[in-house]
C-alpha cells in the first residue's frame, strides 16, 4: 500500500511537469 502512496506522489509531479512544458512549446509555437 504504502509503496502505490510514494508511486503516487512521484508520478503527478511528473505529469504536471511534462504537461507545463508541452504548454510552454505550444504557446512557442503559436508565437
Known amino acids: 500500500a504504502w ?3 510514494m508511486i503516487d ?3 503527478l509531479p511528473v505529469i504536471f ?3 507545463y512544458k508541452a504548454s ?3 504557446r ?3 508565437i
Open 17 to 19: 511537469e511534462t504537461l
Open 3 to 5: 509503496i502505490a502512496i
Open 9 to 11: 506522489y512521484l508520478e
Open 28 to 30: 512557442k509555437k503559436l
Open 24 to 26: 510552454i512549446e505550444v
